[in-house]
């Protein structure tokens, strides 16, 4: 059991018999009353998401996890297949609970996160940074940067995300893959 002060992001919680893993929380102090934690939750099973309010000292139910890093192999029927990089045993993912799975390439090393209780895995969830190479992207056009003016550009995993002008086709870019967002060039 923890404390519902105790929840950052990350934290895996049982509740209502599901597992919920904390994507976002706050910490709030209103002017009258007690504090409390806005948190919002998604659920591991199905992906919902959930905002909830717990009042501090709020006990819940926490789900002892642990990380292991795990190679992406390929994608088949089953899901996205995946080895352990210490016992190279091979476990199929469903993309949905891949964090940033539509950012991920054959040979990009993940995070797996299993409940040790019974081993079942949880989520996958991808570097916060990757880098990727632009597949298509219409030409950037000169003197067109008087505002933070973007254009579409899709990645070599088919993924679509917007970038500034003046990156063209065929550079390599490295990208948030929690939202997507541009970070910049990389050269090679």
């Not at 102090?29 to 939750?41: A, E």
């Not at 899901?79 to 390439?105: D, H, L, R, S």
């Not at 996160?113 to 969830?125: F, K, S």
Request: proline residues 4%; glycine residues 10%.
């Amino acid at each position: 059991m923890i404390n519902s002060q105790e929840i950052k992001i990350g934290t895996c919680i049982r509740m209502d018999g599901k597992v919920w893993v904390c994507i976002d929380f706050q910490h709030r102090k209103p002017g009258k009353g007690n504090t409390v934690m806005n948190t919002k939750l998604k659920n591991v099973a199905d992906g919902r998401v959930l905002e909830r309010t717990f009042q501090v000292g709020f006990k819940l139910e926490d789900v002892r996890v642990e990380r292991r890093p795990y190679q992406y192999l390929y994608e088949d029927a089953t899901g996205c297949i995946f080895m352990n990089q210490e016992t190279f045993e091979q476990v199929p993912i469903a993309k949905e609970n891949v964090t940033g799975g539509q950012y991920m390439k054959e040979g990009d090393v993940v995070e797996v996160v299993t409940d040790t209780t019974d081993g079942t895995i949880l989520l996958a969830e991808m570097p916060v940074k990757t880098t990727l190479k632009i597949t298509h992207s219409e030409p950037g056009v000169k003197g067109n940067t008087a505002t933070n003016a973007t254009k579409p550009a899709t990645l070599e995993t088919g993924a679509e995300v917007r970038v500034p002008l003046f990156v063209n086709e065929g550079e390599t870019i490295q990208i948030d893959t929690r939202d997507g967002s541009y970070l910049g060039r990389v050269s090679e």
